[in-house]
T-cell receptor, first 116, second 113 residues
Framework: DSGVTQTPKHLITATGQRVTLRCSPRSGDLSVYWYQQSLDQGLQFLIQYYNGEERAKGNILERFSAQQFPDLHSELNLSSLELGDSALYFC???????????????FGPGTRLTVL | DQQVKQNSPSLSVQEGRISILNCDYTNSMFDYFLWYKKYPAEGPTFLISISSIKDKNEDGRFTVFLNKSAKHLSLHIVPSQPGDSAVYFCAANSGGSNYKLTFGKGTLLTVNP
């Protein structure tokens, strides 16, 4: 158990819909990261928040948005869903801002999104 | 454009033998490299990392080697155990104000008893 929780575990929805994925970081971690893992793909970095502020952006679609709340939990909002958005979405957290041997990222178990 | 490549989708080894997982990268700005292990239905777990100022880092049965001139790193597991069977991801970061990790597609390691 990494200490990072994600809800829901599974989500099935239809094209055109909007969903919200939720992540609670480990106690004391200020950074939250979102990754997408599509079939046969590695983890694609989407976005990072640190203490409520967006700090890094990857290949995140304009239909997707995220935020980190004062209690440090984060939500990833996916709208106008398409079949290709079906994937595993992972959240990770770390204490500090930048990757280093002292700033390991701890991953949650993921949310499996299926768009029909 | 895949900047981190794991060209072997799968690898099968016998228990007790050495497992060698390989990773190539194209971005010369990468200066910090990590390996993650992932079991089914779980998130990735950090395994070991190496900074570009080193060419080797060891942690128990796991050793990571970095060859900067070849832009290549490898993870050695000795001896391999059935519990090591998992997907292994290589990841890299270019430091500075770039906080994101770039991951490879992963290699499925199967250790046979």
């Amino acid at each position: 158990d990494s200490g990072v929780t994600q809800t829901p575990k599974h989500l099935i929805t239809a094209t055109g819909q909007r969903v919200t994925l939720r992540c609670s970081p480990r106690s004391g971690d200020l950074s939250v990261y979102w990754y997408q893992q599509s079939l046969d793909q590695g983890l694609q970095f989407l976005i990072q928040y640190y203490n409520g502020e967006e700090r890094a952006k990857g290949n995140i679609l304009e239909r997707f948005s995220a935020q980190q709340f004062p209690d440090l939990h984060s939500e990833l909002n996916l709208s106008s869903l398409e079949l290709g958005d079906s994937a595993l979405y992972f959240c990770a957290s770390s204490q500090k801002l930048a990757p280093s041997s002292y700033n390991e990222q701890f991953f949650g178990p993921g949310t499996r999104l299926t768009v029909l | 454009d895949q900047q981190v490549k794991q060209n072997s989708p799968s690898l099968s080894v016998q228990e007790g033998r050495i497992s060698i997982l390989n990773c190539d990268y194209t971005n010369s700005m990468f200066d910090y490299f990590l390996w993650y292990k992932k079991y089914p239905a779980e998130g990735p777990t950090f395994l070991i990392s190496i900074s570009s100022i080193k060419d080797k880092n060891e942690d128990g049965r796991f050793t990571v080697f970095l060859n900067k001139s070849a832009k290549h790193l490898s993870l050695h597991i000795v001896p391999s155990q059935p519990g090591d069977s998992a997907v292994y991801f290589c990841a890299a970061n270019s430091g500075g104000s770039n906080y994101k990790l770039t991951f490879g597609k992963g290699t499925l390691l199967t250790v046979n008893p």
